[in-house]
């Protein structure tokens, strides 16, 4: 098991103060990318990948958020962000979509975007009914960063237990593969209605 530092994902997502008054409540908009697995769940596998955002997080949801995780801890983030309404929906080919349930756009100051989203994981019943160690990683994070043309790279963190650890004061993201996925050639796409 690794455990990484990675701040700036998950705190754009749950303590980053300063998204609050940077973000974007844009139009929907859909993304595609390249996803390359290269953890130790699926070696190798990739894959296209849609993610969809009908609609962006407001800043009280995300304020929510944020006290949930300090209050009471990350079994009670799991459960506000699965009562969050849907944001939107991520996708393989030839598969259903399964619900977003965060999404803040940040914009950069290179004209790009920094995209956050989080949800909780898809969980089969197999893996309920046995209660299998992956049970204990319920979240997905993705971060995306686009340049002004909307095109650029993120990373999806598929199994992952979030934590706080205290005496450093930062959040930590412990994945249940070792690495995450990779997002190569993103691409944004307004949505039209």
Do not use: H
Not at 11 to 29: D, I, N, R, W, Y
Not at 170 to 178: A, F
Request: with cysteine.
């Amino acid at each position: 098991m690794v455990r990484r530092m990675v701040c700036g994902l998950c705190a754009g997502v749950v303590l980053a103060a300063s998204l609050a008054s940077a973000q974007t409540m844009g139009q929907p908009e859909r993304f595609t990318a390249w996803a390359v697995n290269m953890g130790t769940i699926g070696t190798g596998a990739n894959s296209t990948v849609q993610i969809q955002i009908d609609r962006w997080s407001t800043d009280a949801e995300r304020e929510a958020l944020i006290n949930t995780f300090l209050e009471q801890g990350p079994d009670k983030l799991l459960s506000a962000l699965q009562k969050n309404r849907k944001v939107g929906f991520i996708r393989l080919p030839n598969s259903l979509g399964y619900d977003l349930r965060f999404a803040r756009a940040v914009e950069g100051e290179d004209g790009g975007r920094r995209i956050i989203i989080a949800t909780d994981r898809r969980i089969s019943f197999q893996e309920a009914r046995s209660q299998a160690r992956t049970m204990d990683y319920p979240f997905t994070l993705i971060e995306m960063r686009l340049n002004k043309d909307g095109e650029g790279e993120g990373k999806m963190a598929v199994a992952t237990k979030i934590t706080l650890n205290k005496k450093t004061n930062t959040v930590e993201l412990e994945n249940y593969s070792s690495e995450p996925v990779r997002l190569q050639n993103v691409r944004a796409e307004p949505i039209k209605k």
